[in-house]
């Protein structure tokens, strides 16, 4: 029987099988390109049960068991606000000396402990929390567990240590000050929120730089507490077990005072553009902001997937449009940002200067094309696709899953609500999306920030109107 092989577009080469074709040449016919298969069905990951217990500390414990890899992922944290102008300057430097030494560990003690049970613990802090986070063999849980108890109760924040990382600081927060994302970040921060002490999120360098070790040691001792706190392990353990482990280990670590929850700072109004000059620069920071809607209400799952059309993904209107047509930017991005008490979108994009006022143009048409225009069905179905396929990617690892049920449990949600976020984005229909579109995607509904080289891109984005400054 012979047979005969398939014409192709390509040119032969000696040696090779005249019959290969690139995957260029697989992926088109003569009448086009070949159509894609639909996506198959969504693998559904299995959410594990979560135990929970407050202990007398006022602490509060959970616990999922999640098997595949013999490890465990600890999150604690601890609510961390403070209105004094001073305290952005000595959370950083307490964060950054936390785990230097304690009153029976030095910093290599710590280390070589953390390190025979595979383990490691990193601190970090905002103006809203401190978040202690780590992982380590499971069943070295023990181990982790009177570490962290170790350097809750009795870090000792050497004076040494507390000079040099202030020093180190003081030239990071200089080196920081210099970059436009930076600079543009801040300038919304106090755009969107004034003077609410969220908008501290980088302590200015001549108040780190006065700093002492008495304060930051003052500092543990009044804000670092349990009560109010979250701690959330999630891994290869028995739930039960490992909460008595905690309950065992921080038993130490009491106090009557409570956490201090950051208050709610205002949503952003609606305003003008705010021209940011940064003398010199030859690219420009477009940052937009709105109210959003928190995960408790009925409409965020309508609100995710329009954010999703808008500019949430590299499929979106927005990357399209000012990305793959016009070439004026590397990316867009549009995201949620969950601040206490709501959220407030996000829309943000960093251009050369010759192609300010054009990109500005294209967002704030993009923001009106989603009201005017509503997303297409398949556009919805793209967005939904993406959605339910990351939420379940970012939970198939121990990791995400804690940071996961850390954020929502300080939400005052829990793994219920992640059970039920597929089917609720499933349920969401085109005409749901078109109205949480037309409702908090109008170009008049966002404030936001312009930085850039004012003598340069000013004359262009100020002909488009809505802008204010120099």
Do not use: C
């Amino acid at each position: 029987m012979t047979t005969t092989a398939p014409e192709t577009t390509g040119h032969a080469v000696p040696g090779e099988n005249p019959a290969h074709r690139s995957a260029a040449e697989i992926g088109r016919t003569d009448a086009g390109p070949r159509a894609l298969p639909p996506l198959g069905l969504t693998r559904a990951v299995p959410l594990p049960d979560v135990e929970e217990r407050t202990l007398d500390s006022g602490l509060r414990v959970l616990a999922a068991h999640r098997p595949g890899v013999p490890m465990v992922e600890l999150r604690l944290r601890v609510p961390f606000a403070d209105d004094a102008p001073e305290h952005a300057a000595v959370s950083e430097l307490l964060s950054s000396t936390l785990l230097a030494g304690t009153a029976s560990r030095d910093r290599v003690g710590i280390d070589d402990e953390l390190a025979a049970v595979g383990a490691s613990l990193g601190v970090s802090v905002d103006p809203e929390r401190l978040q202690i986070g780590g992982s380590g063999l499971a069943d070295g849980l023990p181990d982790l567990l009177a570490v962290l108890a170790d350097v809750l109760t009795s870090a000792t924040h050497p004076d040494t240590e507390v000079a040099r990382e202030r020093d180190r600081l003081v030239e990071r927060i200089s080196v920081a000050r210099a970059q436009p994302r930076t600079i543009a970040r801040e300038a919304l921060q106090r755009k969107r929120f004034g003077d609410h002490p969220i908008s501290r999120e980088m302590p200015a360098g001549e108040d780190v730089a006065i700093v002492t070790a008495d304060q930051v040691r003052a500092l543990q001792a009044a804000s670092l507490v349990p009560r109010g706190s979250i701690l959330t392990l999630v891994g290869d353990i028995d739930t039960a077990m490992a909460i008595g482990q905690v309950e065992k280990a921080l038993a130490g670590w009491t106090s009557d005072a409570a956490a201090r929850e950051l208050s709610p700072p205002p949503a952003p109004p609606a305003a003008d553009l705010q021209l940011v000059h940064r003398p010199g620069s030859v690219q420009s920071q477009l940052r937009l902001s709105a109210p959003a809607l928190r995960r408790h209400d009925p409409r965020y799952a309508a609100f995710q997937l329009a954010n999703l059309v808008f500019g949430g993904y590299f499929s979106s209107r927005l990357m399209e449009n000012i990305r793959e047509d016009k070439g004026y930017t590397y990316g867009a991005h549009s995201g949620i940002e969950f601040i206490p008490g709501g959220a407030v979108l996000g829309v943000e994009t960093d251009v050369a200067s010759d192609v300010t006022a054009a990109a500005l143009l294209e967002t704030r048409y993009e923001l009106g094309r989603l009201t005017a225009v509503p997303p297409t069905e398949a556009e919805v179905e793209a967005a939904r696709s993406y959605a339910v396929g990351s939420l379940l990617i970012s939970l198939d690892n121990q990791g995400g899953m804690a940071s996961m049920l850390s954020a929502l449990a300080a939400d005052g949600l829990g793994i219920e609500w992640l059970r039920g976020h597929p089917a609720r984005l499933e349920a969401v229909t085109p005409e749901q999306v078109a109205e949480v579109a037309l409702e908090f995607f109008a170009p008049t509904a966002f404030t936001g920030v312009v930085v850039g080289d004012a003598d340069v891109i000013g004359p262009g984005v100020r002909a488009l109107g809505g802008i204010t400054g120099p």
